[in-house]
T-cell receptor, first 113, second 113 residues
Framework: DAGVTQSPTHLIKTRGQQVTLRCSPK?????VSWYQQALGQGPQFIFQ???????QRGNFPDRFSGHQFPNYSSELNVNALLLGDSALYLC????????????FGPGTRLTVT | AQSVTQLGSHVSVSEGALVLLRCNYS??????LFWYVQYPNQGLQLLLK??????LVKGINGFEAEFKKSETSFHLTKPSAHMSDAAEYFC???????????FGSGTRLQVQP
């Protein structure tokens, strides 16, 4: 049973560019959440998708957007990249009825230069 | 609103000694509480969780935590540290249902031989 997968593993972008990160949830999971983890800090919630709609959003600007596909996979898009967007981006999947247990992928390390 | 405070950004113990990592939370709704572990360059792995019921919860790798409502605490313990326990540990809180996790800033555990 494959767990949560994310691609790419690492990414280097220049300020002002746009980036798309991808996530495939654990088999049977229909809810995908995205988190940003800056170096030396705990993960911070960006947004959550289920039923192909954004359901909750953390304190992140509109430059951060997402999408969920019918197969439950998800994308995170960041426009107009800033140096401060450099971080590990984590995707987590879950299903209702399991005590909000969220399974995390290995993350995508984004470096903005 | 929810928040998590982890006391001690770094904890060092000797191999075989007791591990105690502290977590205090604030929540406006009945909390679901989690401990996650993160090894270098990896995602987060769930150690244990508290939702309802028994306040002493046991997790993987010999870890356990006790929910104390009166103290708003959820400290993580392990009777005997092993070298492989060296990692970053995160405490998180959420409400019931499909909710975002709010993480603490993490505690780095170092295990000395």
């Amino acid at each position: 049973d494959a767990g949560v997968t994310q691609s790419p593993t690492h990414l280097i972008k220049t300020r002002g560019q746009q980036v798309t990160l991808r996530c495939s949830p654990k088999s049977g999971h229909d809810t995908v959440s995205w988190y940003q983890q800056a170096l030396g800090q705990g993960p911070q919630f960006i947004f959550q998708y289920y039923e192909e709609e954004e359901r909750q959003r953390g304190n992140f600007p509109d430059r951060f957007s997402g999408h969920q596909f019918p197969n439950y996979s998800s994308e995170l898009n960041v426009n107009a990249l800033l140096l401060g967007d450099s971080a590990l981006y984590l995707c987590a999947s879950s299903i209702p009825g399991q005590g909000n247990e969220q399974y995390f992928g290995p993350g995508t390390r984004l470096t903005v230069t | 609103a929810q928040s998590v405070t982890q006391l001690g950004s770094h904890v060092s113990v000797s191999e075989g000694a007791l591990v105690l990592l502290r977590c205090n939370y604030s929540s406006s709704v009945p909390p679901y509480l989690f401990w996650y572990v993160q090894y270098p360059n990896q995602g987060l792995q769930l150690l244990l969780k508290y939702t309802t019921g028994a306040t002493l919860v046991k997790g993987i790798n010999g870890f356990e935590a006790e929910f104390k409502k009166s103290e708003t605490s959820f400290h993580l313990t392990k009777p005997s540290a092993h070298m492989s326990d060296a990692a970053e540990y995160f405490c998180a809180v959420s409400g019931a249902g499909r909710r975002a996790l709010t993480f603490g800033s993490g505690t780095r555990l170092q295990v000395q031989p």
